[in-house]
């Protein structure tokens, strides 16, 4: 059974400073692996979408990288700000056609 | 392009009440997915359609829920008696194929009292 982990759970910075947040999971066999914010009480939405033989997808200030093997992914927001503050999802896609998501790692900066 | 669309937004009400929870998939979109959201257990697939035909119900907690999809632009689920403890914020998600991304819709957020 897919398992997908985030850690930290939660993560407070100065506004400027840049976010690394992590996920892992256990299963390697994945289509892809997706990228989701959400705020509080909001429903999510999508930031990037990594394919399998992808090792990385940028947008903007985000970049995020897959290493499908060791099973971990690394979403990077470079010089953060105050509007960043929300709470960040992991979801791997893999057989079953199952998006299988993490516990989310909640971020806030502070200006 | 509306998005998935869901409604109600908020929903309360009382404990052996039916509620129905609807979904309209973006256009296009042949698979359809509903999740549920807890502090405690975060976001779990409840079931999936593809094509309008249930694929996989495993995620589904009890026989009180139970989900349909008449046509490719409309699902329900439908949780009959409800209990306090199905209080959390139901969303639907749909994407168009294989190797695509989900987009989800705002959710509804059911209050049992």
């Known amino acids: 059974k897919q398992e997908v982990t985030q850690i930290p759970a939660a993560l407070s910075v100065p506004e400027g400073e840049n976010l690394v947040l992590n996920c892992s999971f256990t299963?390697?066999?994945?289509?892809?692996l997706q990228w989701f914010r959400q705020d509080p009480g909001k429903g999510l939405t999508s930031l990037l979408l990594?394919?399998?033989?992808?090792r990385e997808q940028t947008s903007g200030r985000l970049n995020a990288s897959l290493d499908k093997s060791s099973g971990r992914s690394t979403l990077y927001i470079a010089a953060s700000q105050p509007g960043d503050s929300a709470t960040y999802l992991c979801a791997v896609y893999a057989a079953g056609n199952k998006l299988t998501f993490g516990g989310g790692t909640r971020v806030l900066v502070k200006p | 392009d509306a998005g998935v669309i869901q409604s109600p937004r908020h929903e309360v009400t009382e404990m052996g009440q039916e509620v129905t929870l609807r979904c309209k998939p973006i256009?296009?979109?042949?698979?359809l997915f509903w999740y549920r959201q807890t502090m405690m257990r975060g976001l779990e697939l409840l079931i999936y359609f593809n094509n309008n035909v249930p694929i996989d119900d495993s995620g589904m907690p009890e026989d009180r829920f139970s989900a349909k999809m008449p046509n490719a632009s409309f699902s329900t689920l439908k949780i009959q008696p409800s209990e306090p403890r199905d209080s959390a914020v139901y969303f639907c998600a749909s994407r168009p194929g294989t190797g695509v991304g989900y987009t989800f819709g705002s959710g509804t957020r059911l209050t049992v009292v």
């Open positions: 990594i394919q399998s033989s992808q």
């Open positions: 299963d390697s066999a994945i289509y892809n």
């Open positions: 256009s296009g979109h042949n698979s």
